[in-house]
């Protein structure tokens, strides 16, 4: 069950279109202390907030330990009576909950869209940090490729949560994004995954490529082989395919994460690629990808990665880890942006 709480703005810590992150003086109930707490406001879903705002926060994920980074959610601002945002047609997002809205669709002002993706690399991501370390190796290889993200609803779904994508666009290594299913925010919006591909591929505004998809900041797991949001991988490799795209799997492997099933080759990739009907196209990183069943190795020499985000400007980390703690992460994430360079004509 959701757990709601009041308190008082006290700071704007930062802003930007569409997100501000603010201090709130949260007033004591129950067995909650007063206390002084960071918290979001998604200004496009219900407003802008000031200091001095009496607001209304959803503190669940931060009280079950979960992976909001430890900032509750402004979910109603009680110094304002109403808000209204018109949207741009009838297409919901969030839809039948309290925060339904309308995101609008851009399938509706693109209807006519070529139906497959001639040969176009598509890196399929498992979870957000390898979007940030697949993107600038595509930018220091092929500098010239443009570069579309299409964020899945697996995860975090509004895409402007991600500081690591404002870090990816202002250094021009994306040129556009596209928020499907119930993810919402991007350059453009689609219903679903294989719009949300064609569109990356067709739409003047973006024009990509090579694409890249994979969920927002955030992942489900819970242990198990399929209860794991990370698994989507699977129908997306196999959408591409249909599409006539080239996808290719960015592993997630690691030689830094204490838990078992992740390290060397994670038990999310090799659940995703038993659940595809089609085979997608692996780096040989780690050495273990080659014993794996049901993939095609493109033999490849990845770029050091140090080089790679010291040269962009980037700091990425997974899970809290960065490259020097994680090596193995960063490496297969990198050696799978190299791959999709190498099969862009």
């Not at 209304?56 to 900032?71: I, K, P, R």
């Not at 990356?200 to 694409?211: L, T, Y």
């Not at 492997?253 to 994670?266: I, T």
Request: proline share 6%; with cysteine; glycine share 10%.
């Amino acid at each position: 069950m959701p757990t709601f709480r009041t308190g008082a703005v006290t700071d704007i810590i930062s802003e930007r279109p569409g997100l501000q992150r603010v201090r709130v003086a949260m007033e004591p109930e129950g067995d909650f202390p007063g206390e002084s707490a960071r918290a979001y406001s998604l200004t496009e879903l219900t407003g802008s907030v000031a200091v001095g705002d009496e607001v209304v926060c959803n503190t669940t994920a931060v009280e079950l330990g979960l992976g909001t980074g430890g900032w509750h959610v402004v979910h109603w601002n009680l110094s304002r009576r109403s808000f209204v945002r018109p949207g741009p047609d009838h297409i919901m997002k969030l839809r039948y909950t309290s925060l339904q809205f309308d995101a609008g669709t851009s399938e509706l002002e693109h209807p006519d869209l070529p139906p497959t993706l001639p040969s176009t690399p598509v890196v399929v991501c498992q979870v957000h940090s390898q979007v940030g370390v697949v993107a600038a190796t595509i930018g220091a290889l092929r500098p010239e490729l443009r570069v579309a993200y299409v964020m899945t609803d697996g995860a975090s779904l509004p895409i402007v949560l991600s500081d690591l994508v404002v870090e990816l666009r202002e250094r021009s290594l994306l040129a556009a994004t596209i928020t499907a299913g119930h993810a919402f925010g991007g350059d453009l919006e689609a219903v679903t995954v294989a719009s949300a591909l064609l569109m990356a591929c067709h739409v003047d505004r973006s024009k990509a490529e090579v694409i890249i998809v994979g969920m927002g900041p955030g992942v489900v797991g819970t242990g198990t082989r399929l209860g794991t949001t990370s698994i989507e991988a699977a129908a997306i490799i196999d959408t591409v395919t249909a599409l006539g795209g080239r996808p290719v799997l960015c592993v997630r492997a690691s030689d830094g994460d204490a838990r078992e099933r992740h390290q060397g080759v994670s038990h999310h990739t090799r659940t995703a690629i038993e659940l595809c009907h089609s085979r997608p196209t692996v780096a040989p990183v780690p050495d273990e990808v080659r014993l794996l069943d049901g993939v095609d190795v493109y033999e490849i020499d990845p770029p050091d990665i140090a080089t790679v985000l010291d040269d962009a400007g980037l700091r990425i980390t997974t899970m809290g880890r960065g490259r020097d703690a994680d090596p193995l992460f960063f490496a297969a994430a990198a050696a799978a942006g190299a791959v999709a360079v190498a099969l862009r004509p």
